[in-house]
């Protein structure tokens, strides 16, 4: 079956049955392997991508469940927020193993988008899920921070 995905700002045509989740369809079908299979039931964040700005775990999303609504993955993820979030990954030093960092990128981008300076229990709330086995999870707040900072500084 045909489906037209607004994937990372452009339109593309999938064939995937309607109850395939979408990170298979990205993953297998559009070869996007930014977005990682972590455990396949929405608890590590590993496949986090966003739909129409919300950080969404795209493997128990169906392809049917998409509808014409604006995915972005890590990447094709646009826009001040990623940016300076990027910058602040790369100066704090927050990567080590890196498999959960699209993930948490992802997600804390859309954090960011609706909460220009979170404190530590809303990032803390809206990473929850996000897991990162190398523990790195102080430096990840603090990137945030930065990078909220970086934001709201004037230009």
Known sequence: MSTTLNLNDRS???TA????PLLWVLRGELQ????????GMALCGACTVQIDGQAVR???TPLSAVGDRAVATIEGLQGPE???LRAAWADIDVVQCGYCQSGQ???A???LK?????SDAQIDAALSGNLCRCGTYPRIRAAIHQAAQQLAAPA
Request: proline share 9%; with cysteine; net charge neutral.
């Open 109 to 111: 981008a859309a954090l």
């Open 58 to 60: 795209s493997c128990v």
């Open 82 to 84: 990623i940016a300076a």
């Open 32 to 39: 996007l392997t930014g977005t990682k299979f972590g455990c």
């Open 114 to 118: 609706s909460t220009p300076r979170p």
């Open 105 to 107: 990128l992802v997600g």
């Open 17 to 20: 049955e309607p109850d395939t």
């Open 12 to 14: 593309v045509t999938v």
